[in-house]
């Protein structure tokens, strides 16, 4: 049982690149979460969906977008990265959304140069 | 904006001491869950407590919480190495299923 699989796990990016970060599970879960985490400030929320079909915005959300085309997937896009967006983005998926565990994948470290 | 704030920032203490850590939240909630992070890891779920509740157990782990004050500690009894990690306290929010807040957490080293 793998949980949560985020590919890839290290990326460098030169400024104005794109690129698309996926989350996959394998747990049947319907919300499914992106975060960045960076030093001194937490996780903070970019993105989440509470189903296949479905996203929304979280607290930090300019400068990405988001699919969900598949339930077991969350893709995470950056049109046009910027050096802030260099950060640690970490996926994460629950059962029953903020009402139980959630578990996590273990991280993609983006560098933007 | 981020919902609990973990105090203290760092915490260092001798293996087999116990360890305590705070959170301390903004509005109402319907549970707040422990997460811990090891170096370079992903977090990992430890403990969630209910909004109805006051105090959980599991393991070498303490939980309470008063809403009353909207604050919650985590003990970790006998502590080892093992247990040095970021340990964050996540939230969500009285009018949302569906966002996890988490805090800015507590760093603990245990030393052996």
């Known amino acids: 049982n793998a949980g949560v699989t985020q590919t890839p796990k290290f990326r460098v990016l030169k400024t104005g690149q794109s690129m698309t970060l996926l989350c996959a599970q394998d747990m049947n879960h319907e919300y499914m979460y992106w975060y960045r985490q960076d030093p001194g400030m937490g996780l903070r929320l970019i993105h989440y969906?509470?189903?296949?079909?479905?996203?929304a915005k979280g607290e930090v959300p300019d400068g990405y977008n988001v699919s969900r085309l598949k339930k077991q997937n969350f893709l995470l896009g950056l049109e046009s990265a910027a050096p802030s967006q260099t950060s640690v983005y970490f996926c994460?998926?629950?059962?029953?959304?903020?009402?139980?565990?959630?578990?996590f994948g273990q991280g993609t470290r983006l560098t933007v140069v | 904006s981020q919902q609990g704030e973990e105090d203290p920032q760092a915490l260092s203490i001798q293996e087999g001491e116990n360890a305590t850590m705070n959170c301390s939240y903004k509005t109402s909630i319907n549970n707040l869950q422990w997460y811990r992070q090891n170096s370079g890891r992903g977090l990992v779920h430890l403990i969630l407590?209910?909004?109805?509740?006051r105090e959980k157990h599991s393991g070498r782990l303490r939980v309470t919480l008063d809403t009353s004050k909207k604050s919650s500690s985590l003990l970790i009894t006998a502590s080892r190495a093992a247990d040095t990690a970021s340990y964050f306290c996540a939230t969500a929010d009285g009018g949302s299923n569906y966002k996890l807040t988490f805090g800015k957490g507590t760093l603990l080293t245990v030393n052996p």
């Open positions: 994460a998926s629950s059962h029953e959304g903020a009402r139980a565990e959630a578990f």
């Open positions: 969906s509470v189903g296949e079909g479905t996203t």
């Open positions: 407590i209910r909004s109805n509740e």
